[in-house]
C-alpha cells in the first residue's frame, strides 16, 4: 500500500529513533508517499516501514479502547529497542523479532512504567498456585534498558493491575507469571544480594527451571552463543562472572516465577 511520507515521518519522530538511522531512514522514502507492506515479513528494512505504519493503526485502537496515549508511546518504544537490536548485529537500519512486536500491535502487550504486561494463557500447570495449563494469567516481561529497581518494578505491577482492572474487565486472571533468564538462581553466584536482579527475584516464587543459553543474548549480543562467546567483550561485571562459567560447562536456565 501507499502510504504518505508525513505518517512515517511522525511516528519515526515520536518513537525517538536515534540520529544515526536519519539517513538511513530517509532513503527508504519516496518522493511523496512510500509503498509499504501491511504485513511484516523477511525484510527488515521494509519492516520498519510496516511498524511505522501499522503504530497509527495501533492509535486508533488505543483511542477506540479509551487507553492512554503514554501507554501508546512507552509500548512502543519496544520498536526502537528491537531496531537497535537489529543494529548491533548488521550495522544497518532494520527491524525482526515481528513475532515478539505483534503482541504489541495486538493490544495485548502493554509498557506500565519499567516494565511490560502481557493478557496471556499458563503454558504449564503450577499446582502450588491453582493454575491449570490453559488458564489466564498475566505475563510479565522485562524490556531492555534502564536500571530494574525494586521500588520501580513494584510500581508497575501496582499500575498493572489499575489498568487492566480498568480498560480490560473482561480478562478475569489471578496469577502473574514471568518465564525468564533473570529469575535464574544461578545467578546468586554472580551478584551481590543487594542487586536490582536478586532484588527482583525476591518478587517471584519459582515453579519450574528450564536449560537455556538466554542469558547470553542479553549480556552480550542477540546472535551470542557459547561457541561464539570469544568475540565478545564483557561489558557489565555479571557478563564477566559468566562468561567463563558458561565457556566450562557451566548450566544456565530460564525459569518460570508466579505470584499472584
Sequence with gaps: MIVDNRLLREWYTRLH??????????????????????????TA?????????????????????????????????????????????????????????????????FRLGRLQFCMGTAHHAIPEAGLAEGDPVMEVHIPSGGAMRLEDCKASIAAARTFFAEYFPAFRYETFTCHSWL?????????????????????????????????????????????????????????AAVKPFAQNGGVLYESLGWFK
Excluded at 24 to 37: C, E, I, K, P, Q
Excluded at 85 to 95: I, K, R
Aim: with cysteine; net charge negative; proline share 2%.
Design 45 to 109: 528494512q521494509a519492516n520498519v516501514l510496516t511498524a511505522l505504519y501499522r503504530c497509527e493503526q495501533l492509535k486508533q485502537d488505543y483511542a477506540r479502547l479509551g487507553l492512554p496515549e503514554q501507554v501508546l508511546l512507552d509500548t512502543l518504544s519496544d520498536v526502537v529497542i528491537w531496531t537497535d537490536t537489529w543494529y548491533s548485529m548488521h550495522e544497518e537500519f532494520g527491524l525482526m523479532e515481528i513475532g515478539w512486536l505483534q503482541h504489541h500491535f495486538s493490544a495485548k502487550l
Design 183 to 239: 529469575l535464574d538462581k544461578t545467578l546468586t553466584q554472580f551478584l551481590n544480594e543487594g542487586s536490582n536482579i536478586l532484588q527482583f527475584q525476591t518478587l517471584f516464587t519459582v515453579a519450574q527451571n528450564d536449560r537455556s543459553d538466554a542469558i547470553l543474548k542479553y549480556i552480550f549480543r542477540w546472535d551470542a552463543t557459547r561457541d561464539t562467546l570469544d568475540r565478545f567483550e564483557p561489558q557489565s561485571k555479571l557478563a
Design 17 to 42: 529513533f536515534p540520529s544515526r538511522y536519519d539517513e538511513a531512514f530517509a532513503a527508504l522514502l519516496g518522493t511523496t508517499a512510500t509503498a509499504v507492506n501491511e504485513e511484516f515479513g523477511d
